[in-house]
């Protein structure tokens, strides 16, 4: 793969009402890579993932200058839908799976029209890695455990085709078995598909021991990055994020 491929975030700077939020962040996931992106409360996580998703401006957020580039393609001038059929796909902070609706018809809405011919295809694929969502299809969706719904949210974005998975704050709730079965199945769809993954995450030392890279963002730049291995033995970054411990 050269530099074109992938994702590439470079000097980024994105302003709600003026008052900036990211001073000129670059980041960048190659094919297969997963890289998480950290930091405290009001870092810029969020915002990132915003700009990625080109829906900033539902948060009356701008993109004042920087480039956003996937497959040497410019992001910047696409749509939220037209992201998301390049292969950029995201999963939501909290979820936000439709709990009114069945396991079953969270999946078959987020497959694109194009694709509606493969629906059962790519939903027995999704299922294949999380089986315990096998037995739910006909439950609604508000009736599963805080990590069903997550499972559900992933296979949601999965059917979307992606080759990146923005995925926002996987752990919050719930139990760490949890979420140590829901990163060892992303493992194996990463093994299979080569799709790389954008973890955002409050957990430091799970952000970490997952990714290959990562980023640490304090007021909107970007105080540490390195290899997370390099990272998880850093005595300053285990003194400021990992509790050090
Ligand atoms: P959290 O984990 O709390 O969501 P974060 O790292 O995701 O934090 P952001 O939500 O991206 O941080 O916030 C970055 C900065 O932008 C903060 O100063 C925040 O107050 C500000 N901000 C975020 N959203 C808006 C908004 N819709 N309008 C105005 N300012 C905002």
Redesign the pocket.
């Known amino acids: 793969s050269t530099d074109d491929d992938g994702l590439t975030v470079t000097d980024l700077v994105?302003e709600?009402?003026g008052?900036r939020?990211?001073d000129g962040i670059s980041l960048r996931v190659a094919p297969g890579q997963r890289v998480a992106l950290m930091?405290?409360?009001?870092?810029?996580?969020?915002?990132?993932?915003?700009a990625l998703s080109r829906v900033l401006d539902l948060?009356?957020?701008r993109a004042v200058s920087g480039t956003i580039r996937f497959d040497g393609r410019n992001v910047g001038a696409m749509s939220p839908q037209e992201v998301v059929r390049a292969g950029i796909a995201h999963v939501p902070?909290g979820r936000k799976i439709f709990s009114e609706l069945t396991v079953r018809e969270n999946l078959k809405v987020a497959v694109p029209r194009a694709a509606r011919g493969s629906a059962g295809d790519r939903i027995e694929q999704a299922l294949s890695l999380f089986p315990a969502l096998r037995g739910r299809l006909d439950m609604q969706g508000g009736w599963l455990s805080g990590g069903e719904q997550q499972m559900l949210a992933i296979c949601r974005a999965l059917m979307t085709g992606p080759r990146v998975l923005m995925i926002d704050?996987l752990s919050l709730g719930l139990a760490p078995k949890v979420v140590y079965w829901i990163v060892e199945q992303l493992e194996v769809l990463r093994r299979d598909t080569h799709v790389g993954v954008l973890l955002?995450e409050?957990n430091a030392r799970l952000a970490l021991k997952f990714s290959d890279y990562a980023y640490v963002?304090e007021?909107?730049r970007i105080a540490y990055s390195g290899d997370s291995d390099a990272l998880l033995h850093d005595p300053e970054v285990e003194s400021r994020y990992l509790g050090g411990g």
């Not at 930091?39 to 915003?50: D, E, L, Q, V, Y």
């Open positions: 994105v709600y009402s008052a939020a990211l930091g405290p409360n009001g870092a810029g996580k969020s915002t990132t993932i915003r948060y009356r957020g902070e704050e955002v409050q963002l007021n909107g």
